[in-house]
């Protein structure tokens, strides 16, 4: 069991070790459940071993975690470059190619909302391209129903709202 595990914590570097954006617990949960590699409670397992021993990090939001690889998971993964077997490097290029775009969409329009202490919600909408904000709007909730769909609302709607915004600003 050890070293399956210690196979499922190498793939799931090399997947972040192959994007130049994070990748979210479900696209990669989802990655290696489609290919039917391991249960979903493994990947959990390997996924937080990863988190304990500082080779990749989390950033939360309300409704996923998006993680990074660290220079410490780089150099744990150059020093394993045959413990992944090409059929299964060759699966995950293939994944990035046939959803990269789709993948990167989903990472770059970003909404998650926090409690202010005025018992409001914030919710903060973001469009990122790599690490630079295209737009970044804090809008005030006076629910947490009404902040859940306002984030979820973005992520369908954030083009519009978008080009509605610089529409009425460049006029």
Same mark, same amino acid.
């Given at each position: 069991?050890?070293?399956?595990?210690?196979?499922y914590?190498?793939?799931?570097?090399?997947?972040?070790?192959h994007?130049?954006f994070?990748?979210?617990?479900t696209?990669i949960s989802?990655?290696?459940?489609?290919k039917g590699?391991?249960t979903?409670f493994?990947?959990?397992?390997?996924?937080n071993g990863?988190?304990s021993?500082e080779l990749?990090?989390?950033k939360?939001?309300h409704?996923n975690?998006c993680?990074?690889?660290?220079?410490?998971g780089?150099?744990?993964?150059?020093?394993?470059?045959d413990k992944i077997s090409?059929?299964?490097?060759?699966?995950?290029l293939?994944?990035?190619?046939?959803n990269?775009? $789709?993948?990167?969409?989903?990472?770059?329009v970003i909404?998650?909302?926090? %409690? /202010?202490?005025? =018992?409001e919600y #914030? @919710?903060?909408?973001?469009?990122? $391209?790599?690490?630079?904000?295209?737009?970044?709007?804090?809008v005030?909730? %006076? /629910?947490?129903? =009404?902040?859940? #769909? @306002?984030c979820?609302?973005?992520?369908?709607?954030?083009?519009?709202v978008?080009a509605?915004l610089?529409?009425?600003?460049i006029r």
């Amino acid at each position: 069991m050890a070293e399956a595990l210690t196979q499922y914590k190498l793939i799931v570097l090399y997947m972040l070790d192959h994007v130049d954006f994070p990748l979210t617990n479900t696209q990669i949960s989802n990655f290696v459940l489609d290919k039917g590699y391991t249960t979903y409670f493994t990947i959990q397992q390997a996924i937080n071993g990863l988190l304990s021993a500082e080779l990749i990090h989390a950033k939360p939001t309300h409704n996923n975690t998006c993680y990074y690889i660290t220079p410490a998971g780089r150099e744990t993964l150059s020093f394993f470059p045959d413990k992944i077997s090409s059929a299964i490097k060759a699966d995950v290029l293939t994944y990035f190619a046939e959803n990269k775009m $789709e993948l990167r969409q989903e990472i770059s329009v970003i909404a998650d909302y926090y %409690k /202010t202490t005025a =018992q409001e919600y #914030a @919710v903060r909408c973001q469009i990122k $391209e790599k690490d630079r904000a295209l737009v970044d709007l804090t809008v005030l909730a %006076k /629910t947490k129903e =009404q902040a859940e #769909a @306002v984030c979820e609302n973005w992520k369908k709607q954030n083009e519009e709202v978008y080009a509605f915004l610089m529409d009425l600003l460049i006029r």
